[in-house]
């Protein structure tokens, strides 16, 4: 995501911490989308799609993303990135003002190409967010010792009013408002959050008050009408937040997460996908969603938290004659946030699936495929059936050992 700038751009000395893992895997695992205006892209897209404004034509953008993933991993300040990758830039002719022709309206007029400024706002936007989204991870994977979220103060020279607003703010890692409101919240935003514990939040201070207060809200500004003027679309965006910057980078990379690596590994050769599938199975992403700490109400009734039950991880892979059999489109088994809720099994279970798959016996009938088999003694059963909608996806409906 780049294209706006403002005046707080990254200063040239500025260098970031060694980056974790999570940091560098949510940025290399973006896909390239050439566009010609930053709208262009959906808001959610930007999740898992790399994109630069003006970029369709020109052959830069495998240039600009693998120079940033290099910078994000070798922590290159924006001064000495900008010096590298400007040359490139303007041997392909992505340089200055020329004259284009916008795809959507047909109109020639002249646009700004590569420029120092841009070039800012490309390495902010993209740093800030990989950072954020793998800080959400680490997050994720430590809520249970550290529970709760707490809003610091922008490091920018400008300090936008409902950003110091909301300065101070605590709430459960959880809370709905993190979805919206979770840093950076705009072009060159440098608003932070930090961790705290179950004591901390409830230590009693010397009035006798809390850090955390159920009953305290953040400030709530409102909302705006946002005019997409390329597709004409209209949403609400948060009074505070810029335009495209009201989600949780990490979140939607979590909810995208199933399908994205489902539509890879559907091209994938059939080994390599059940290694893929294996691989999901025992990852700390996968053994918290299966854990039930994915936070899944199943009683809840709101329509938020019915979306975060539908999120699904691959987690097993069926031959051609049993995807045939069942008449599906994808022959990946997937895992529900909802569906793991209710099972209440450890992790560790899941990966009994796929021995079933390919040693168990079948049977099918209403839509949906029954296993049993006998793995290391113990005697398993599984239900999977195709999904409710008309996507084909095959889900995992139960599992569970047989009692005799």
Not at 56 to 76: E, K, M, P
Not at 278 to 306: K, W
Request: charged fraction near 20%; glycine fraction near 8%.
């Amino acid at each position: 995501m780049a294209d706006p700038v403002s005046n707080d751009t990254v200063t040239s000395g500025h260098k970031f911490a060694a980056p974790p893992k999570e940091v560098t895997n949510y940025f290399n695992a973006k896909g390239l989308t050439p566009s010609w205006h930053w709208q262009d892209v959906a808001f959610d897209e930007h999740a898992t799609a790399f994109t630069v404004a003006k970029s369709a034509g020109y052959d830069i953008l495998t240039d600009l993303r693998d120079s940033l993933a290099s910078a994000i991993q070798n922590r290159v300040d924006f001064k000495d990135w900008s010096k590298a990758i400007e040359p490139t830039l303007k041997a392909k002719g992505w340089w200055g003002k020329v004259t284009g022709t916008d795809p959507v309206t047909g109109k020639t007029h002249e646009v700004q190409l590569g420029s120092p400024r841009r070039l800012a706002t490309i390495y902010n936007a993209n740093v800030r967010t990989a950072y954020a989204a793998g800080q959400w991870s680490r997050i994720q994977a430590s809520k249970r010792v550290l529970p709760y979220l707490q809003y610091q103060i922008s490091t920018a020279l400008h300090k936008r009013p409902e950003h110091l607003g909301w300065v101070g703010t605590l709430l459960p890692v959880d809370d709905d408002w993190w979805s919206t409101h979770y840093p950076p919240n705009g072009w060159n935003c440098q608003c932070r959050v930090r961790q705290v514990s179950h004591y901390e939040a409830h230590r009693p201070r010397e009035d006798g008050s809390t850090l955390y207060n159920k009953d305290v809200r953040p400030e709530n500004y409102g909302t705006r009408d946002y005019v997409n003027k390329r597709t004409g679309d209209v949403s609400k965006v948060p009074v505070g937040i810029d335009p495209g910057w009201a989600n949780n980078p990490g979140a939607v990379r979590m909810q995208q997460m199933g399908d994205f690596i489902a539509g890879r590994l559907d091209k994938a050769p059939e080994a390599a996908r059940v290694q893929a599938v294996s691989d999901i199975v025992h990852s700390e992403v996968f053994g918290l969603m299966a854990r039930g700490l994915a936070g899944f109400d199943p009683q809840s009734h709101d329509p938020a938290m019915i979306d975060k039950g539908r999120f699904a991880l691959p987690m097993a892979m069926l031959d051609a004659d049993q995807v045939k059999t069942l008449g599906a489109k994808s022959g990946l088994v997937r895992l529900s946030v909802a569906a793991a809720a209710a099972q209440g099994l450890d992790p560790a279970d899941y990966a009994k699936l796929q021995d079933l798959i390919e040693h168990g016996q079948s049977e099918v009938g209403d839509q949906q495929m029954t296993l049993r088999g006998q793995i290391d003694g113990v005697d398993w059963m599984a239900t999977l059936a195709p999904g409710l909608d008309a996507s084909g996806n095959v889900y995992l409906q139960s599992l569970s050992k047989v009692q005799k």
